[in-house]
């Protein structure tokens, strides 16, 4: 099973920028980077994925290192509906693309 | 809305009882997904189906539990002689076989009594 490490919590303050950090240095060539938000009694939420490139979408971007063995998922500017558990989760899109998940990072927005 | 449905979205039985859930994914995802969370943990995969063939099962899903997909469209999730370490959120997902990125449900919250 693919595996990463995430902080179990993090704060940032309403409109500033979050870097949400993530490990994951048993990856393999054909794994995608997942990040996924997930709501109190609610399925997760799609956020962002990758493979070696950075990307960028209206919700966030996700920085990848060179080696592939961490990623950064970036909040521009956190406001109060961002505050979720959020999951970097890798897959291998060669089998049945199954996601493995960690314990997440929970996400505290300070007004 | 076309997003995944699941139902029921709460369920509470007696220990030993069977259970039943399903889950419509995205019209035309072929790919469905089941995975089980506990509280304060991450979900955890149990089994996925492409089209009606369940290709692969979680070492998880127990002999209690069966999954199927009969025309490759709606899911059921079954649980039998149900037990108190049962009770989770039961999560349904689907995707496109050529796309990496799974949309989930809301969700069935099973408690065992």
Partial sequence: DAKTTQPNSMESNEEEPVHLPCNHSTISGTDYIHWYRQLPSQGPEYVIHGLTSNVNNRMASLAIAEDRKSSTLILHRATLRDAAVYYCILSQSNTGNQFYFGTGTSLTVIP | ?113
């Avoid at chain 2, 069977?18 to 089994?47: A, K, M």
């Fill in chain 2, 1 to 113: 809305d076309t997003g995944v449905s699941q139902n029921p979205r709460h369920k509470i039985t007696k220990r030993g009882q069977n259970v039943t859930f399903r889950c419509d994914p995205i019209s035309e995802h072929n790919r469905l997904y089941w995975y089980r969370q506990t509280l304060g943990q991450g979900p955890e995969f149990l089994t996925y189906f492409q089209n009606e063939a369940q290709l692969e099962k979680s070492r998880l899903l127990s002999d209690r539990f069966s999954a199927e997909r009969p025309k490759g469209s709606f899911s059921t999730l079954e649980i039998q002689r149900t037990e108190q370490g049962d009770s989770a959120m039961y999560l349904c997902a689907s995707s496109l076989a050529q796309q990496e990125t799974q949309y989930f449900g809301p969700g069935t919250r099973l408690l065992v009594l």
